[in-house]
């Protein structure tokens, strides 16, 4: 009897040790149950809240379309903005709260950046905020952005979009798409055909052949044509202007009048760029010719007045915060430090176009982004003879109804440059940082007779991304279409 009571004591005590492993493995498979579920509704709360926030920011983008350059909802008042989003099938799923910022200059909005964070009404504890920037895309989207045909050297570097309206024949090394308007053009011996040879939209010995593409939709450059009557009235009231004979700093003139140095090549403003958002000014009275070829016409020999011999000091000026733009009315050498956003305008509302000229190595002070210059002239972007034999340009530089170049020089024959600048006539390497926009052929390396003997004999473009999503004020659109050029969550 003893035996059968001991022996019932234990089935007693392993049906209570099974039945509690039991009851803690159905408490933590429900306890597991229950934070699968906790999380699955956390997980669809926060991508409903995602879309939330996507949802507010397409709103705000057809509020746009339909409101141009209205950053307040129609409501007149600040933000943030509530955005209520319905559940097709009744009810609301959440709203998002929309806060807006236009980034202006001169007092005209340049881009919207919208903020939009969403909230879903599963779960109001998980909030998704999203940020994009709408803007019509710009020029800077390209390394290079041309309107004819061109010929890209064996020791041309390409980083970036290269875009051609002509035909391209691209020899050199691209890293992105080389894109041509057209199916087929007439190669001639300067673009080394001899005889004349039809050739594909891009063709050529370059080793990127994959991103070649041709023919593409033609771009118009007509469309990007800059408006200098409506930049000359922005610098003139906010801005820094440089008329022909004074200069003003946000529509208040500094010093007296002088004796006009616009309306010829021979004179102008040469603007020296500070890293403090200052620019020293500098009146150039006098210049040196030179003879060269020009690239759109390389059967005539010209006089160029790119070498300064005599100027005076202008003065130094702070460029407006509000209004970073520079517009002169005459002829512009450049160079210097680029501090913060501007923008240079060389330009006359009159008959003469005139020039801007690189005349030294363009910098910026910070590489982050927060330093960006655009330059336009009405004509042409040259690189004098008298140069740095290692360049530098940072920037993007646009040549509106010219060519971006370094003209032909030699040093030899009765076109020989003056024996003080013989040694300028070759250079070793040209390196563009940003954009390059030319109407017309580039050309900064010339060969005689397949041999180096004018111009840089490196070059290297490299597309500066930073600046597509936020470029110096006014500079030239690529297209009349407003997008998100950035998008992005916090």
């Given at each position: 009897m003893t035996m059968k009571k001991n022996t019932q004591g234990v089935t007693v005590m392993l049906v209570m040790v099974y039945m509690g492993v039991?009851?803690?493995?159905?408490?933590?498979?429900?306890?597991?149950?229950?934070?699968?579920?906790n999380v699955g509704r956390a997980k669809y709360a926060r991508e409903q809240a995602l879309n939330i926030a996507e949802a507010g920011l397409e709103y705000y983008k057809w509020f746009l379309a339909h409101n141009p350059n209205n950053l307040t909802n129609g409501t007149g008042q600040p933000g943030p903005y509530t955005y209520t989003v319905d559940d097709p099938e009744g009810g609301t799923i959440g709203s998002a709260s929309i806060s807006i910022t236009g980034n202006s200059a001169c007092g005209i909005v340049q881009s919207v950046?919208?903020?939009?964070?969403?909230?879903?009404?599963?779960?109001?504890?998980?909030?998704?905020?999203?940020?994009a920037r709408y803007?019509?895309?710009?020029?800077?989207?390209?390394?290079?952005?041309?309107?004819?045909?061109?010929?890209?050297?064996a020791d041309r570097v390409i980083t970036g979009p290269y875009f051609s309206n002509g035909g391209i024949r691209m020899d050199g090394t691209n890293n992105s798409t080389v894109r041509s308007a057209v199916s087929t053009w007439t190669c001639t011996s300067s673009f080394g055909c001899s005889p004349n040879q039809s050739k594909a939209g891009v063709w050529g010995a370059g080793s990127g052949s994959a991103l070649w593409q041709y023919p593409v939709p033609n771009f118009d450059f007509a469309g990007i044509a800059t408006n200098f009557a409506t930049l000359q009235g922005y610098?003139?009231?906010?801005?820094?202007?440089?008329?022909?004979?004074?200069?003003?700093?946000?529509?208040?003139?500094?010093?007296g009048t002088f004796a006009s140095v616009g309306g010829t090549d021979q004179r102008g403003f040469r603007i020296v760029l500070r890293s403090d958002d200052t620019i020293d000014v500098y009146r150039v009275t006098g210049t040196t010719g030179v003879q060269s070829v020009h690239v759109d016409n390389p059967t005539v020999w010209m006089n160029d007045y790119d070498i300064i011999s005599n100027e005076t000091y202008q003065g130094r000026y702070t460029l407006p915060s509000g209004c970073p733009l520079i517009f002169a009315q005459a002829k512009v050498w450049l160079q210097g430090v680029v501090g913060s956003k501007v923008t240079v305008v060389a330009a006359d509302v009159g008959s003469y176009t005139p020039d801007i000229i690189v005349n030294n190595d363009i910098t910026y002070n910070s590489g982050t982004g927060s330093s960006g210059l655009t330059a336009i002239a009405e004509r042409s972007v040259l690189i004098p003879l008298?140069?740095?034999d290692t360049m530098t340009m940072r920037g993007i530089f646009?040549?509106?109804?010219?060519?971006?170049?370094?003209n032909y020089y030699t040093s030899s024959g009765s076109h020989a440059v003056p024996s003080a600048y013989s040694s300028y006539v070759t250079q070793s390497q040209l390196t563009t940082f940003g954009s390059v926009v030319s109407n017309g052929r580039v050309g900064t390396k010339w060969t005689c007779g397949g041999t180096f003997c004018s111009?840089?004999?490196?070059?290297?473009?490299?597309?500066?991304?930073?600046?597509?999503?936020?470029?110096?004020?006014?500079?030239?659109?690529?297209?009349?279409?407003f997008k998100f050029v950035m998008w992005r969550e916090q």
């Open positions: 039991f009851a803690m493995v159905v408490t933590m498979l429900a306890s597991y149950l229950l934070v699968q579920s950046d919208i903020n939009s964070q969403g909230t879903s009404n599963a779960d109001t504890r998980f909030k998704r905020t999203l940020i803007m019509r895309p710009s020029v800077a989207e390209y390394s290079n952005l041309l309107n004819a045909n061109v010929w890209a050297g610098a003139n009231t906010s801005g820094i202007l440089l008329a022909p004979t004074l200069v003003k700093v946000a529509g208040v003139q500094q010093g008298v140069s740095p646009v040549a509106q109804s010219g060519y971006l170049g370094r111009g840089y004999n490196n070059r290297i473009d490299t597309y500066d991304r930073l600046l597509a999503f936020s470029p110096p004020p006014f500079t030239p659109n690529a297209t009349t279409d």
